[in-house]
């Protein structure tokens, strides 16, 4: 796919166990330059900001623990991208959509006022002015939506969505606390585009 260099994205297993004490964090790696005069440039190669995010398992079966390491070793570490469902931030309602090419409109998650892209979406409903369009009308592939046929109105969608993102480390920790019960270290995944 176009969004991760031709291989097939992986998608990080269900397991919806994680602690509550979770993190994020976002930003935009600006390099800021003075002159002596004071006057100010500031420069950032980033076209979205990378977020951060840590969390941990609290526990895991020993079934649970299994299942990850084996994720965690296909995806061999830090080495490839995958999609995380975020236990927070994943859900848009009715969101307005970005068009992006002909009869063709861009998931994207929201923050306050600012909105980026997304390209992995599900549980999709797409509407024309408040009414629902038969899931025939529209196809989406990698977070754009196609329409089949031109629409007047404003297209709107609800849908839960993915970060697409990669360990910030190469491995990953789990200690057996007693008989089938497992807790992680920190988990840090980083977005990339």
């Avoid at 009869?103 to 998650?109: D, H, I, L």
């Avoid at 979406?121 to 797409?126: A, D, I």
């Avoid at 024309?128 to 899931?135: A, Q, R």
């Amino acid at each position: 796919c176009e969004q991760c260099g031709g291989m097939v994205m992986r998608t990080f297993p269900d397991i919806r166990k994680f602690a509550w004490k979770s993190t994020k964090e976002t930003a935009w790696q600006t390099t800021i330059a003075t002159a002596g005069s004071g006057r100010c440039r500031t420069l950032t190669n980033r076209k979205y900001p990378k977020w951060t995010i840590v969390t941990k398992f609290q526990t895991l079966t020993d079934e649970e623990k299994n299942t990850m390491f084996g994720f965690i070793n296909q995806i061999k570490g830090a080495y490839e991208p995958f999609f995380f469902l975020d236990p927070e931030d994943n859900k848009e309602t009715n969101i307005p959509l970005p068009t992006c090419g002909t009869n063709q409109y861009q998931c994207v998650m929201k923050m306050g006022d600012y909105v980026q892209p997304v390209y992995k979406v599900e549980n999709l409903h797409v509407f024309v002015d408040g009414v629902e369009l038969p899931k025939t009308e529209y196809t989406e592939s990698g977070g754009v939506i196609q329409l089949r046929v031109s629409q007047v109105g404003k297209i709107t969608a609800s849908y839960t969505y993915y970060w697409k993102v990669i360990m910030k480390n190469d491995g990953f920790k789990i200690t057996a606390i007693f008989k089938n019960i497992n807790q992680s270290d920190n988990l840090t995944l980083e977005t990339v585009e």
